[in-house]
């Protein structure tokens, strides 16, 4: 006699002590089997998180290895535990019921499927666990690997849902599979978004395009913050706002991104801003300016250099410095565009080893652009912002040393227009009237 059938005669012995008429074949017996079935499964679940949980826990905590911690949070020893009384269940269902009616292929059918899902999550924790582990990793910081974990997730649900479905109507999953070609044209449309973004997802970790961490820019969709997660349909980005928006992962290959880890892993952080110099302003240097300049400690050394430069120039050429015509000067705007040189060049918190300079642009309707172009060492925001502040604070308050105007448009200036048509209107109506 096997063990099985041992097991089964001494249950149904056990229940005929205290129902002695009842048969294998009766409802009630296969009601109390059933429910002792799951008793048993759930007291051994039940001791399983009561007593070797915590013990897992205790051996987790004892290891120098930190994969352990990261499978015990993500669940993945929970997950194993409830194989315990789906096992449980698998065994003991064809042991104490007959396979007579539905009842016992259910059952087993259940715990099947129940096996199934518990593997799928306990798979799913390794796979956050994995992710957990690479973002850990100076490795994430190349590229992000989030995209392709959601895909190895919804193969693994694709394929338990799959064999679920095979287990219910007893057919194979090819032919599930089979069958599911015809209606291809509809799944791709349902889940076009996943496969763009499954596509885009290779583009962007192929390529290196983004990954989390990275400023980026959309002007289409009001975008400007850090990429907080690349996902396989949605990307989120945490704007300077606080606010969170996510787009569609295939608008990162597909729409004009500016992405500012150039200059997050670059030296420094740009500034590019002009100051508009009224063009009223501008003149020749006489001596009492020149005079005056040499003692500004930045272009000392640049005045007396030019002057001789001059001097020498007029000399070789004959020419009179009293004769206006013919002469040469330096004029205020120049050496105040040598003086922001020198400025920026001494300046602690302008990166050298990087592009500075001062340059014209063409003149327009609001004065005589003057543009710093340098780059901040400090690339934080805030800091930079402070840095860039402080600059132009002082080459603004060192503009009249210069005897040089910012342009500013003026209210009642802008108004006199109006004024001077309301003025010949007037002129214009008294002389009819005359």
Not at 347 to 367: A, D
């Amino acid at each position: 006699m096997s063990i099985a059938s041992s097991v089964k005669n001494e249950f149904v012995t056990s229940i005929q002590m205290l129902l002695p008429s009842i048969t294998t074949e009766d409802t009630l017996y296969n009601v109390i089997a059933v429910s002792t079935i799951l008793a048993v499964a759930f007291i051994v679940l039940m001791t399983c998180r009561v007593i070797l949980r915590p013990q897992i826990g205790k051996w987790v905590e004892h290891t120098k290895n930190t994969w352990d911690d990261a499978l015990f949070a993500h669940g993945f020893f929970r997950q194993l535990m409830h194989l315990i009384p789906a096992v449980i269940i698998f065994i003991s269902t064809p042991v104490l019921i007959d396979d007579i009616g539905i009842l016992q292929g259910f059952l087993i059918k259940a715990a099947q499927i129940y096996m199934l899902f518990t593997t799928l999550l306990a798979l799913y924790a390794i796979l956050n666990t994995l992710e957990d582990k690479y973002n850990e990793s100076h490795l994430s910081q190349r590229a992000s690997i989030t995209g392709f974990i959601q895909v190895a997730k919804l193969f693994l649900a694709i394929m338990v849902l799959l064999f679920s479905i095979s287990l219910i109507i007893e057919k194979s999953p090819l032919i599930i599979v089979s069958g599911l070609t015809a209606l291809a044209a509809v799944l791709i449309l349902v889940f076009k978004d996943t496969i763009m973004g499954f596509v885009a997802g290779i583009q962007i970790a192929a390529n290196r395009m983004f990954n989390t961490g990275d400023w980026i820019q959309m002007d289409k969709f009001g975008v400007d913050g850090e990429i907080m997660e690349l996902g396989l349909t949605n990307v989120k980005v945490q704007n300077w706002d606080k606010t969170i928006s996510t787009i569609p992962s295939y608008s990162l290959v597909n729409e004009a991104v500016k992405n500012w880890r150039g200059m997050q892993l670059s030296g420094g952080r740009r500034i590019k801003r002009a100051i508009h110099i009224d063009m009223h302003s501008v003149k020749l240097c006489d001596q009492e300016m020149l005079k005056r300049f040499s003692q500004i400690r930045y272009i000392s050394e640049y005045i007396d250099d030019k002057v001789n430069e001059l001097r020498v120039y007029h000399k070789d050429y004959s020419i009179d410095e009293s004769d206006l015509l013919n002469t040469r000067k330096l004029t205020n705007i120049g050496t105040f565009r040598a003086y922001i040189e020198a400025y920026l060049n001494k300046h602690p918190k302008i990166n050298q080893s990087l592009t500075v300079m001062v340059r014209q642009l063409p003149p327009n309707e609001v004065g005589l652009p003057l543009e710093i172009y340098c780059f901040s060492a400090e690339k934080a925001w805030v800091e930079y912002e402070k840095i860039q502040a402080n600059i132009f604070d002082h080459l603004l308050a060192m503009m009249p040393l210069f005897d040089l105007r910012v342009f500013q448009r003026d209210a009642h200036l802008m108004a006199v227009p109006s004024s001077n048509v309301q003025l010949e209107q007037n002129i214009k109506a008294k002389g009819e009237s005359d």
